[in-house]
């Protein structure tokens, strides 16, 4: 046999190989994705990403000692969803009373 009928050959059994293992992975990344996917872990993710953008931006201004602790605070206090929700909702209706909801 040739070498490249021997690579082609055992290419095609890998390949009539794989369903054997594919339940296996299927349910492990089925568990994986529901953990990571899980409210707790999102929450827990979003927190570590806001940190890390919150120490990324004292960084930049050259915060430090009680100036950074106190960006750090307010950073990691500050809810920009809502912020973003209010100021969106404020231009767009700038002349509704309901506009007082918001605020």
């Known amino acids: 046999m040739k070498p490249t009928n021997f690579f082609a050959v055992a290419g095609i059994s890998m390949f009539f190989a794989i369903p054997a293992f594919a339940g296996n992975d299927v349910q492990s990344l089925t568990a994986r994705l529901a953990k990571d996917s899980s409210p707790e872990n999102v929450k827990a993710v979003a927190l570590h990403?806001?940190?890390?953008?919150?120490?990324?931006?004292?960084?930049?201004?050259?915060?430090?000692?009680?100036?950074?602790?106190?960006?750090?605070?307010?950073?990691?206090?500050?809810?920009?969803?809502?912020?973003?929700?209010?100021?969106?909702?404020?231009?767009?209706f700038a002349s509704s009373d309901d506009n007082e909801i918001l605020r």
């Not at 120490?55 to 307010?74: C, D, F, P, R, V």
């Open 49 to 92: 990403h806001k940190k890390l953008n919150c120490e990324q931006n004292a960084k930049n201004k050259k915060l430090q000692g009680n100036q950074k602790e106190s960006y750090m605070t307010i950073c990691m206090n500050k809810n920009e969803a809502l912020l973003a929700f209010s100021s969106i909702n404020n231009q767009r």
